[in-house]
């Protein structure tokens, strides 16, 4: 996971916010229990996610669906349990994105350790789906056409 102090949203004109609890955190920041969902419609797939803590951190997130085809993730029964999620519905999925300094286009998204967030309660954590084997922690967002033709000649 990475936060991109040079990427803070300055001006979000009051943008619409939702609040998000997350009472054990996030991995390698248990002391941030709070956040705050943000957008801007031209950052869009993108979205903010804003933790309160000691200090504010900023992490960039996505919606998986639609953007990254074939992405299903499974949680334990435990999982939604304590989550207090009932129905696949309430179950949002957020994956964090990690972005290299001058290199946009090498994006990375977190598929192993989404944070599931029940969109009734608005109560989330971060887990380790079921299913992890089947997806990467750095899958990339956009196909490299480098590697690839640097692959087939190999």
Do not use: C
């Not at 869009?44 to 960039?60: D, Q, S, V």
């Not at 990467?136 to 590697?147: C, F, I, K, R, T």
Request: proline content about 9%; glycine content about 6%; hydrophobic content about 40%.
């Amino acid at each position: 996971m990475n936060v991109v102090p040079e990427l803070y949203p300055t001006d979000f004109d009051n943008p619409p916010a939702n609040e998000l609890i997350l009472p054990q955190g996030i991995i390698g920041f248990g002391e941030y229990r709070r956040a705050e969902l943000l957008y801007l419609p031209d950052h869009l797939p993108f979205l903010w996610m804003k933790l309160y803590g000691a200090e504010t951190l900023h992490f960039i997130v996505i919606e998986p669906g639609g953007i990254v085809p074939g992405y299903v993730p499974e949680i334990f029964d435990e999982d939604a349990a304590n989550l207090d999620i009932r129905d696949p519905g309430e179950a949002m999925i957020l994956n964090i994105v990690t972005l290299k300094r001058q290199q946009p286009v090498e994006a990375t998204v977190n598929l192993v350790g989404p944070l599931v967030v029940n969109r009734r309660t608005r109560v989330g954590r971060q887990l380790v789906i079921s299913n992890y084997s089947r997806f990467s922690a750095h899958h990339a967002l956009v196909e490299n056409p480098q590697a690839a033709s640097v692959a087939r000649t190999t």
